[in-house]
């Protein structure tokens, strides 16, 4: 079992390059011969499908046991041991960087995730872009991506760790501008890549500080050095590293970049916003959280942070139309919340709302991909009557949002009872600032009322009301109009069917502990947001129950101008300062070359008028010459 996670990773990793290496051959366009495009993309699909459940059994096997000790919270019997090995030492001159590979009772767990989360979304791409002439790039970067996410899960090293980091930010770049032909989609994706480097500047010097504090990259020996690290290096390195989290996890202030990411194919959100990407800020907190509980005021930013992100997001996703963009907020608003456990003081809580978020929110992801191929559109005031139509899709969502929600007996209800707990503790004990925690706890509870406002009202404009008109194009004479009322292929349907299972039943795993004070509070608030949505609906079916907002709604709908800010304070003087530099290069540096030339040709022409060819010029000239030596000599001789 030591070489299960190199294999767990080495096996998405060989898909990857197979599929872009193999699954064409021999070299053909698929463009030309249809039967060829069609052949590629069943090839590259068992290319991509076949490895990475594979590597979900190696991962699963790996997690049999510490997975479910740690979902417990067991801190009665010492944790297992890591299982895993070093391949390695690379020798820098300075402190090694060490390969090593292993997995203990936390990455054991997160490696199920995501490996199940990427075979369900691989085997969803089958249907949902059979036709697509590149799909085998795109399994190929998603096999790719799957392979980063373990290296990040599985890696022994901080910096082994940042390498499969920054791989995971080229895969997204790669893959949310698929459909690079539409410049909104370019555009997305090279928003997502700037500003996730952004945050990860900091994040790698973070890394360094650390290494060089414990003098040692290896993540068991920076822990075990953690004491004897001053506060001030602490805080540096945690403050730094915050900045990564914020970037990858899309947390308050560089949260931009994930709602405009829905621009790329629905199974991507899926994959970045349930098991990797996002999921990977909050994983190093955890992994690193002997760390962040050795910094106070870093505990204390993350609160704020959290609550902000938690409550202004769940604002945003109520006033949203496009229902891919309502869960992209809705992402951001949960990922705040496990921000917010740790925070308070609790991996455990954090993480298990990290898995059950992975599975419902992967389940809601792919049921709306599976809405917006049959609707043809992203837009709710398209959608609606839906549950007639598309009964499979319709039940499996409804559990999604349940969990979303926190309604019992769904996953969501469990993990975020123990995260709205460990606030409501954070309070008595004084793990954070008295501040902090009130402000934390507070933004909590309002975002359980809002959250059940915006997923009740996705669930009624989508599936309930009078279906939207389409007007459809004339039809050629003699045949008549063909409305497809049926449901998603096959390969779409199943990974619904097989995530709705842990979205609704995953919260009993791991012996979950109800507060039923807690619980209780948070059922009733949901509801009430649930219950005022409802009302706004039931007077108006047609009209959008985000009215409520009242005069909020245009706020929130520009999710409170956050991007127009940004714009003005660093896009726009960026923008300009490049105008500048290109014409400093334009009017000075090329100036001053295409002076040159011209002064050159301008002696070249005077000099020329002495070349004109006339002999008696040339003979005046040389008496000229001849006369001015003679009288140079006689007068100073």
């Known amino acids: ?81 890591p299982t895993g090995q070093t391949y390695g030492t690379v020798t ?37 872009l059979k036709d697509d002439p590149r799909y085998p790039s795109y399994s190929a970067f998603i096999s790719l991506f799957t392979s980063a996410m373990l290296l990040v899960v599985y890696a022994g090293d901080l910096l082994v760790l940042y390498v499969g980091w920054e791989i995971m930010g080229l895969c997204s770049y790669l893959l949310i501008g698929h459909w690079w032909e539409d410049r909104g989609n370019s555009r997305a994706a090279v928003k997502a890549f700037l500003v996730t480097r952004l945050g990860d500047v900091g994040f790698l010097f973070g890394i360094f500080v650390l290494g060089l504090a414990a003098g040692s990259f290896r993540i068991a020996d920076v822990l075990a050095k953690v004491p004897e690290m001053s506060s001030a290096t602490l805080v540096t390195a945690t403050m730094l590293l915050l900045a990564g989290v914020a970037g990858k996890s899309a947390q308050v202030p560089l949260h931009t970049w994930l709602p405009d990411a829905m621009a790329g194919p629905t199974p991507i959100s899926a994959l970045i916003h349930a098991a990797t990407m996002v999921a990977a800020g909050i994983f190093i907190v955890a992994r690193l959280f002997v760390v962040f509980q050795a910094a106070p005021p870093t505990l204390d930013v993350l609160a704020v942070m959290a609550a902000l992100g938690m409550l202004g997001a769940a604002l945003a996703a109520l006033a949203q139309d496009d229902l891919k963009r309502v869960l992209a907020y809705s992402t951001v608003s949960q990922l705040a919340y496990m921000a917010g456990g740790l925070a308070a003081g609790s991996d455990t809580s954090a993480i298990f709302h990290l898995l059950t978020h992975g599975a419902f929110k992967a389940l809601l992801f792919l049921c709306a991909g599976a809405v917006i191929h049959h609707v043809g559109s992203n837009l709710m005031t398209q959608m609606g009557g839906l549950r007639r139509e598309l009964p499979i899709t319709f039940v499996t969502m409804t559990i999604g949002f349940a969990a979303l929600m ?85 390969t779409m349907l199943v990974p619904l069917i097989l995530l709705a299972v842990p979205a609704l039943l995953l919260g009993f795993a791991g012996e979950p502990h109800v507060d039923l004070g807690v619980a209780a509070i948070s059922v009733v608030l949901a509801l009430l947001g649930a219950g005022a949505v409802y009302a706004f609906w039931r007077m108006d079916p047609v009209a959008d129950p985000a009215r409520l907002l009242g005069p909020l709604r245009a706020p929130c709908e520009r999710a409170f101008y956050v991007d127009s800010l940004y714009a003005a304070l660093f896009v726009r003087p960026a923008m300009a300062l490049a105008r500048l530099v290109v014409r400093t290069d334009d009017v000075v540096v090329d100036g001053a070359v295409r002076g040159s030339g011209r002064s050159a040709r301008g002696l070249s022409g005077i000099l020329r008028l002495a070349q004109n060819g006339n002999v008696q010029l040339y003979v005046s000239g040389l008496l000229a010459g001849v006369l001015l030596i003679v009288v140079g000599a006689v007068m100073f001789a």
């Open 406 to 490: 926190g309604i019992p007996p769904a996953s969501g209800f469990f993990s975020k009872d123990a995260i709205l707990a460990t606030m409501d503790d954070a309070l008595a004990t004084g793990a954070l600032t008295d501040a902090a925690a009130l402000l934390l706890y507070a933004c909590a509870l309002a975002t359980v009322a809002v959250t059940g406002a915006y997923a009740t009202r996705a669930w009624l404009r989508t599936f309930f009301g009078e279906a939207r008109a389409v007007a459809l194009p004339e039809p050629e004479p003699g045949t008549a109009h063909v409305v497809d009322v049926t449901e998603a292929p096959r």
């Open 92 to 128: 820098t001159g300075g402190i090694p960087i060490s390969l090593t590979l292993q997995a203990d009772n936390l990455s054991a767990i997160l490696g199920v995730l995501v490996t199940l989360v990427a075979l369900a979304v691989q085997v969803y791409s089958v249907g949902y």
């Open 1 to 81: 079992m030591t070489t299960f996670p190199l294999l767990a990773v080495l096996l998405p990793f060989l898909a990857a390059f197979a599929g872009l290496l193999l699954s064409r051959w021999p070299h053909r366009r698929p463009s030309a011969t249809p039967a060829a495009g069609k052949q590629a993309n069943t090839r590259a699909a068992w290319l991509a499908i076949v490895p990475t459940a594979a590597a979900a059994v190696l991962a699963a096997w790996l997690a049999w046991d510490p997975g479910f000790a740690f979902l417990a919270g067991d801190t009665t019997s010492p944790p297992p041991e």
